[in-house]
């Protein structure tokens, strides 16, 4: 059990039968009345946001969530499969769950999936990913006039703006949280 003056960003916990990550909170000290705490909670099956304030001394029950590295194989039927790389055991996720994570994950990509009482619930891409330029305009030499960058679209079929010297075939590192370029590998 945990206390709601205790909540932190990311702690999971247990509520009305339902399993809440912590996106935001506020403990809040008014000049009149009880200290109170403000958070804004993820469903993290269903991905609901709400808003919802604590007495600083509610209980709430911590849920334990395993976290497991995975490898996403191949998708078929509109299902994506990854595989527990220590158990070989298959994990089919639909189109809606892991869509975002799509455009940063090639086959063979390695991606952590997040377990609720034995029951998939999330996929997470690593911080940074190494995919390959598969369409990109070339540089033409003197072209200072442009200034950022150039479109180029990577091996996942994301396109993103990259800087002018790089060419097709390049290697880049990418930030999947903003989905930018940052650098040349």
């Known amino acids: 059990m945990i206390t ?7 702690v999971t916990f247990e509520m009305d039968g339902n399993v809440f990550t912590i996106v935001e909170f506020m403990h809040v ?5 009880a200290a109170f705490v403000r958070t804004k909670i993820k469903n993290v ?17 911590e849920a334990k969530i395993e976290r497991r590295e995975m490898q996403y194989l191949y998708n078929e039927g509109g299902l994506y499969y990854f595989m527990d790389l220590n158990t070989y055991d298959q994990i089919p996720f639909n189109y809606d769950t892991i869509k975002e994570i799509l455009n940063f994950i090639p086959e063979n990509g390695t991606v952590t ?3 609720f009482k034995g029951l998939p619930f999330s996929v997470e ?8 330029i598969v369409e990109c305009e070339p540089a033409i030499q003197g072209d200072t006039v442009k200034s950022g960058g150039k479109p180029a679209k990577l091996e996942t079929g994301y396109s ?6 790089v060419m097709n075939g390049d290697r880049i590192r990418v930030d999947t949280r903003t989905g930018t370029y940052m650098e040349r590998v």
């Open 160 to 165: 993103i703006s990259v800087p002018m010297f």
């Open 4 to 10: 709601a003056g205790d909540f932190r960003k990311n």
């Open 29 to 33: 000290k008014p000049g009149k009345g």
């Open 113 to 115: 999936v997040s377990f």
């Open 45 to 61: 099956v269903t991905g609901q946001v709400l808003d919802k304030t604590f007495n600083p001394t509610e209980k709430v029950e």
């Open 125 to 132: 891409p690593p911080l940074f990913v190494e995919l390959q």
